[in-house]
């Protein structure tokens, strides 16, 4: 199984409205990322788990919280959100954060489309 | 400070070769990564060179020059579904993977 699966595809959200972003991959990777994606931008890194600890966050509003309950998913919950986070929200793991001279690829989820209103 | 060059935007033929060229400056340089991304999907691993030279794989090839800062990507034979933005993405000392802002090659019949 090579594959990470996003749930929902697509999320359309009021500003007060609370919902999560859901994630899992059983390639049995120790690291997972969250990256927010514009049109026609590349992916931001947003946070990176290491065995299912948070490595980084890349001063990310406090409205976006990660979560990793265990070694395959990971969770993005969304608060009181501005229209201007609209974006396509992208999981994506590889099988260590450090893994030098080797491919450590990124593997990426299909993606959540995300509409704030 | 970290800086990823490519060009916006390519035009090429079905059956051409295209070389999509990359600058980058980033904080430590620990390998780099060539995904490719159609429209509206995620980013899919295309290739990873950490040692100068070329790394061939089908239809495409990377290649990487640290002393440059240099990289491209050689795709041969084009297809229509070639079509896709594709990103220059090296990794920093802190293994961060810093995306450039990707080139939209179009392929034309």
């Known amino acids: 199984d090579t594959e990470v699966t996003q749930t929902p595809k697509h999320l359309v959200m009021g500003m007060t409205n609370k919902k999560s972003l859901k994630c899992e991959q059983h390639?049995?990777?120790?690291?997972m990322y969250w990256y927010k994606q514009k049109a026609k931008k590349p992916p931001e890194l947003m946070f990176v788990y290491s065995y299912e600890k948070l490595s980084i966050n890349e001063s990310v509003p406090s409205r976006f919280s990660p979560e990793c309950p265990n070694s395959s998913l990971l969770n993005l919950h969304l608060h009181a959100l501005q229209p201007e986070d609209s974006a396509l929200y992208l999981c994506?793991?590889?099988?260590?954060?450090?893994?030098?001279?080797?491919?450590?690829?990124?593997?990426f989820g299909p993606g959540t489309r995300l509409t704030v209103l | 400070g970290q800086n990823i060059d490519q060009p916006t935007e390519m035009t090429a033929t079905e059956g051409a070769i295209v070389q999509i060229n990359c600058t980058y400056q980033?904080?430590?340089?620990?390998?780099l990564f060539w995904y490719q991304q159609h429209a509206g999907e995620a980013p899919t691993f295309l290739s990873y060179?950490?040692?100068?030279g070329l790394e061939e794989k089908g239809r495409f090839s990377s290649f990487l020059s640290r002393s440059k800062g240099y990289s491209y990507l050689l795709l041969k034979e084009l297809q229509m579904k070639d079509s896709a933005s594709y990103l220059c993405a090296p990794r920093n000392r802190d293994d961060k993977i810093i995306f450039g802002k990707g080139t939209r090659l179009h392929i034309l019949p």
């Open positions: 994506a793991s590889s099988q260590e954060l450090r893994l030098a001279g080797l491919y450590n690829e990124q593997f």
């Open positions: 980033t904080s430590g340089f620990n390998g």
């Open positions: 390639m049995g990777h120790r690291a």
């Open positions: 060179n950490v040692l100068d």
